[in-house]
Nanobody
Framework: QVQLVESGGGSVQPGGSLRLACAFS????????IGWFRQTPGEEREGISC????????YYVDDVKGRFTTSKDSAKKTVYLQMNNLKTEDTGVYYC?????????????????????WGQGTPVTVSS
């Protein structure tokens, strides 16, 4: 059974940092890449990053490039989203999900309809 559990959300001031974790089970990164999404009230889920098992295969949307870093620990079956220099517009609920295209950089911006299994989300609030 595929499961994903996010953790690490919280409240920070602008310019601060948070590290989110996505613990997964029931599959391996070799079979399914993992994407990170965020959602604000009234908006659709926005894909922001994707990571696969291929060395160096990580994709970021322009809005987070240079500020966020996605990494993996295959032994711990966990994917991380390190978020630095957070802005108020980064506020939202962050989700991880399993994708279907095994090359993240080739796939481009993660699209929610291409992701099948979702965690419950972890909230992030960036406010002064």
């Amino acid at each position: 059974q595929v499961q994903l559990v996010e953790s690490g959300g919280g409240s920070v001031q602008p310019g601060g940092s948070l590290r989110l974790a996505c613990a997964f089970s029931g599959f391996t990164l070799e079979s399914l890449p993992i994407g990170w999404f965020r959602q604000t009230p009234g908006e659709e889920r926005e894909g922001i990053s994707c990571i696969s098992s291929k060395p160096g295969d990580v994709y970021y949307v322009d809005d987070v490039k240079g500020r966020f870093t996605t990494s993996k620990d295959s032994a711990k079956k966990t994917v991380y989203l390190q978020m630095n220099n957070l802005k108020t517009e980064d506020t939202g609920v962050y989700y991880c999900a399993t994708g279907s295209i095994l090359d993240c950089r080739l796939a481009g911006p993660p699209r929610s309809y291409e992701y099948a299994n979702w965690g419950q989300g972890t909230p992030v609030t960036v406010s002064s």
